[in-house]
């Protein structure tokens, strides 16, 4: 494997943590609206991965015997589990029974995904960093 192609691995990376972050900022900015344009309160998002296949052409031409080619973002799952009921007859969108619909966010789980998924980006970064390293110390051989 060449320095490029880890650092495309590493890239790809990165920007799929950084997807990962912002919907994870998004489920906890919206933790507590019960009211969205869809109707009802704001459902939890996933950020769902994948691997970065390379088309079958592609990988024939290519004269790496490796087919690494790093990670994206597949698509961003709703989480379609029940909704927290709270007693709140005093709220704009309690029902009949004074029980307000609430999102279907944890805190708790979404700081853990959101550390998570910081610790993966420093690690790519430091893997990035580490390449370049290499790349240098490679380039001072050959003086």
């Not at 009211?35 to 309160?41: F, L």
């Not at 691997?51 to 973002?73: I, L, W």
């Not at 989480?79 to 009949?96: F, G, I, Q, R």
């Amino acid at each position: 494997m060449d320095v490029f192609n880890s650092l495309n691995i590493s890239a790809s990376a990165l920007k799929a943590q950084r997807i990962r972050l912002d919907t994870i900022s998004a489920n906890m900015a919206n933790a507590e609206t019960t009211r969205t344009p869809e109707g009802g309160p704001y459902r939890r998002k996933m950020v769902v991965f994948e691997p970065q296949q390379m088309s079958f052409a592609d990988h024939m031409a290519s004269k790496q015997s490796t087919a690494a080619m790093g990670v994206r973002v597949s698509q961003i799952a709703v989480d379609y589990s029940e909704s927290k009921l709270v007693y709140d007859p005093s709220h704009p969108d309690a029902d009949d029974s004074g029980y307000v619909a609430m999102p279907n966010v944890d805190i708790l789980k979404e700081t853990t995904d959101m550390l998570m998924a910081t610790r993966a980006y420093e690690a790519n970064v430091t893997a990035i960093k580490s390449a370049k390293r290499m790349a240098l110390k490679a380039l001072e051989i050959g003086k």
